[in-house]
């Protein structure tokens, strides 16, 4: 059986993932008639600010994203479709929209890597289908006085993820993306609804998995450490295992060289543009993040770097710039063969 093709990339480089998609949204200062267009323009809600929307509304603008991405040196681009579940999307009584949402979304990136795979059939391009964590937790309760409550539980969450990863993988993505993980019980509903859905459809893609320290403790939102995080995700043959958001680069190495000394995975990182300002910018220029990246590869860390809030093509291309010259981290069955 031939090898996944990015399988056989990431074994040649380190593979260079895109950067923020909401930092680069914000450039386009879109009001609401904008996120409604004309085919949305009586529904109830306010719809401003649902990003996701945007590949429907405005398809055009992400496409330009996508292509900003991979001309600055992306090998990967995720799909507008972080948000794009029913729990999520029942914040703007949308839950109707979920697959055309990710279906669209994927099509549109897909469509996009292929253009640029086609100039450049050395440096193929690929589509990450982006699974993000919902607005619920299934290990915390919302509400102080009812600590045994929760406002989801894990079939919800499987349901919900089995829907969206249908539509990413009909819209032609390579892999999935579980990322931004800030309760491994959410990611483990994602990683079951996936698997649920290869069984069906006889094929698999990848998996990819990105957890979040949340802060200076080292720990996810549900208090797991990185050892921790690493060692409960690792019951599937995940194609990386990593962490992004919440933090800079600076402050997630300590615990990307955790999960890097153990892991038999591909490592991947995306940290933020350094922390944000008292404004909730990010201030972190891409000379200065390049800088930091270069410690995970001076370390060997990782195998896939990309960036998450506050980063935009610039930072990319400056990642890009320096990870050219190293070569991927060797996965702990190679090592010293």
Do not use: W
């Amino acid at each position: 059986m031939e090898e996944n093709l990015l399988i056989r990339e990431a074994k040649k480089r380190i593979l260079i993932l895109d950067g923020a998609m909401g930092t680069m949204i914000q450039a386009y200062k879109l009001g609401e008639k904008d996120y409604r267009s004309k085919r949305f323009e009586n529904f109830e809600s306010d719809l401003k600010g649902n990003n996701d929307l945007l590949s429907l509304t405005q398809p055009e603008i992400i496409k330009e994203i996508h292509s900003k991405y991979f001309a600055f040196g992306a090998d990967l681009i995720e799909t507008n479709t972080f948000n794009s579940n029913k729990i999520s999307m029942a914040d703007y009584g949308m839950e109707d929209l979920v697959y055309e949402i990710n279906y669209e979304s994927a099509r549109i990136a897909k469509e996009v890597a292929n253009e640029f795979t086609k100039k450049e059939p050395n440096k193929p391009r690929f589509v990450l289908g982006s699974i993000g964590p919902t607005t619920k937790t299934a290990s915390l309760s919302p509400d102080v006085n009812n600590p045994g409550f929760r406002a989801v539980n894990f079939d919800q969450l499987a349901e919900s993820y089995y829907e969206q990863a249908k539509a990413l993988f009909h819209g032609g993505v390579d892999a999935f993306l579980v990322e931004t993980i800030f309760d491994t019980l959410n990611a483990k509903a994602a990683l079951f609804a996936i698997s649920g859905l290869f069984e069906e459809l006889g094929k698999e893609i990848p998996i990819m998995v990105s957890g979040t320290i949340t802060d200076a403790s080292g720990r996810t939102l549900s208090g797991q450490t990185a050892e921790a995080f690493l060692i409960s995700m690792s019951h599937l043959p995940l194609f990386s295992i990593g962490f992004n958001c919440a933090l800079g680069a600076d402050q997630l190495r300590p615990y990307l060289q955790v999960i890097s000394r153990e892991s038999k995975f591909n490592i991947s990182a995306h940290p933020n543009a350094g922390l944000p300002n008292a404004f909730g910018e990010y201030e972190q220029t891409p000379e200065e993040m390049a800088e930091l990246i270069k410690e995970y590869l001076d370390l060997e860390l990782i195998n896939i770097i990309g960036g998450c809030c506050g980063t935009t093509p610039e930072h990319i291309q400056a990642i890009a710039n320096v990870a050219k010259d190293y070569k991927p981290r060797q996965l702990m069955a190679t090592k010293g063969n």
